[in-house]
């Protein structure tokens, strides 16, 4: 298990930038890969992004794809989400996850953060 702590929320308006970290806990963050998800008022968590344990690889939620990065730096045990050209509707609370895949799937992670919300206001 490794344990997770948000940062960087906020409000922001439309068109603008913030960028998300995650402080991961325990030594084995560079065995971990990571994602983000979020859940906006009354829907479902959704995925957002994710990135293997080396930033080799990552993927995209169609609705996020060219406007945010996901990134880490093992040597600081953090992963960063990058969310450029805000828009209204990517306002949510957003969660990173430690898991074993860049699957997208919330199954395939196990370890949780608590959450951070961004509100992009229009």
């Known amino acids: 298990q490794v344990q997770l702590v948000e940062s960087g929320g906020g409000l922001v308006q439309a068109g603008g930038s913030l960028r998300l970290s995650c402080a991961a806990s325990g030594r084995t963050f560079s065995t971990y890969a990571m994602g983000w998800f979020r859940q906006a008022p009354g829907k479902e968590r959704e995925f957002v992004a994710a990135?293997?344990?080396?930033?080799?690889?990552?993927r995209y939620a169609d609705s996020v794809k060219g406007r945010f990065t996901i990134s880490r730096d093992n040597a600081k045990n953090t992963v960063y989400l990058q969310m450029n050209s805000l828009k209204a509707e990517d306002t949510a609370v957003y969660s990173c996850?430690?898991?074993?895949?860049?699957?997208?799937?919330?199954?395939?992670?196990?370890?949780w953060g608590q959450g951070t919300q961004v509100t992009v206001s229009s």
């Open positions: 996850a430690a898991g074993r895949g860049v699957s997208g799937r919330s199954t395939d992670f196990g370890s």
């Open positions: 990135i293997n344990w080396s930033g080799s690889s990552t």
